[in-house]
């Protein structure tokens, strides 16, 4: 079954403490994102990766690393977690950057204390 | 900066009864505009995609237009099934492909 998966979904940490969000998908997508989505300001893009070591900064980058060693893998890295990073995290993918129908994640509902 | 509007913020209608949602972007240069609808606690799910003016595309009761400054998701005898989150997004032309989301409408249909 074609599906983006992520892990944890539900992650409850302290300030400060580093943690990880894994991000997969299994259809050879080339383009890959995070976004978090807060009540009243929407979905907002976090990183995109157009393909294998290729990231760049989406509209709220600050706080958040991500890398791209796998075409499959793009995994989410809070170094410092604050509370303000408090959200819903979904993960999306799509063939490419200009075929930008995207497939999403379930989501990963991240508290920050 | 690419900015995108929806509205209205919420529409509740009753089953059969006809509407449209609207989406106004700012972008320099329109690589694509998409809709997505949303199920509460769940990702988003493609919908459509359009890329240039005047472009339409049909999906069972939905059908997405697009003009220069705007889109519309119009709704033809809605179910109740058809409530949900719509949620539109933009991603402009070149060197950047980021994609900017609006805040989406919530659409309820009454039985």
């Known amino acids: 079954e074609a599906q983006v998966t992520q892990n944890p979904r539900y992650l409850i940490t302290v300030t400060g403490k580093k943690l990880t969000v894994t991000c997969s998908q299994n259809?050879?997508?080339?383009?890959m994102s995070w976004y978090r989505q807060d009540p009243g300001l929407g979905l907002r893009q976090i990183y995109y990766?157009?393909?294998?070591?290729?990231?760049d900064k989406g509209d709220v980058p600050e706080g958040y690393k991500v890398s791209r060693k796998e075409k499959r893998n793009f995994p989410l890295i809070l170094e410092s977690p604050s509370p303000n990073q408090t959200s819903l995290y979904f993960c999306?993918?799509?063939?490419?950057?200009?075929?930008?129908?995207?497939?999403f994640g379930p989501g990963t509902r991240l508290t920050v204390l | 900066e690419d900015q995108v509007t929806q509205s209205p913020e919420a529409l509740r209608l009753q089953e059969g009864e006809s509407s449209s949602l609207n989406c106004s972007y700012t972008?320099?240069?329109?690589?694509?505009l998409f809709w997505y609808r949303q199920d509460p606690g769940k990702g988003p799910e493609f919908l459509f995609t359009?890329?240039?003016a005047g472009e339409e595309k049909e999906k069972e009761r939905l059908k997405a237009t697009l003009t220069k400054k705007e889109s519309f998701l119009h709704i033809t005898a809605p179910k109740p099934e058809d409530s949900a989150t719509y949620l539109c997004?933009?991603?402009?032309?070149?060197?950047?492909?980021?994609?900017?989301f609006g805040k989406g409408t919530l659409l309820t249909v009454n039985p």
């Open positions: 999306a993918s799509s063939f490419g950057a200009t075929r930008n129908e995207q497939f």
């Open positions: 259809m050879n997508h080339e383009y």
């Open positions: 990766s157009m393909n294998v070591e290729v990231t």
């Open positions: 972008v320099s240069g329109l690589r694509g």
């Open positions: 359009l890329y240039s």
């Open positions: 997004a933009v991603q402009s032309g070149g060197s950047n492909y980021k994609l900017t």
